[in-house]
């Protein structure tokens, strides 16, 4: 740390502004440790206060030595929050257009979901939210699994699949 460049941030207060090379190391301990996308990596080197043309050419190191690789950071993303927050295929995809992925590799990873799969997962989420739902009435209930499993990315039909 003792290279680092200490300059004022906007904020009016002093940071350490790290070398190309210490950047490199530390963006590629990073993505060793989980998968990223160029988004969180350029989002990381903005809070650096990395000059641009620096930026570029370390995402391109880090693309070349494979630490960042757009299609598998989709893979991987899409297989965590579907199996480990039980999310749907809309709010995942959702997710990752706010990452700024390609629309192609999306749909790639998101093709990769069994459907059938996905039902049971559903089927699994709303028979534990279905314990703590208070509602009067079976159709009250009914609606606010629903809206439950929508706010989770579900698509309607799916729901309709799961519940019956």
């Not at 941030?9 to 950047?23: D, I, L, M």
């Not at 996905?118 to 629903?146: A, F, N, P, S």
């Amino acid at each position: 740390m003792e290279n680092e460049k200490i300059i004022k941030s906007s904020k009016g207060v002093a940071r350490n502004t790290p070398t190309y090379e210490q950047a490199l190391h530390r963006l590629a301990a990073l993505c060793s440790r989980k998968e990223q996308c160029v988004s969180d990596i350029r989002t990381k080197m903005d809070a650096w206060e990395l000059v641009p043309a620096e930026q570029e050419k370390l995402l391109q190191h880090l693309q070349q030595e494979k630490f960042l690789d757009e299609q598998r950071f989709c893979a991987a993303f899409v297989h965590d929050k579907s199996l480990y927050s039980h999310w749907g295929v809309h709010k995942i995809r959702y997710e990752l257009k706010k990452k700024q992925l390609p629309d192609n590799l999306i749909s790639e990873a998101l093709g990769k979901l069994n459907p059938e799969e996905t039902i049971h997962r559903l089927r699994q989420l709303l028979t534990v939210k279905r314990k703590t739902v208070k509602g009067k009435t079976d159709y009250e209930i009914r609606l606010k699994l629903m809206r439950y499993a929508c706010g989770k990315g579900f698509s309607p039909e799916e729901v309709e699949k799961a519940l019956d």
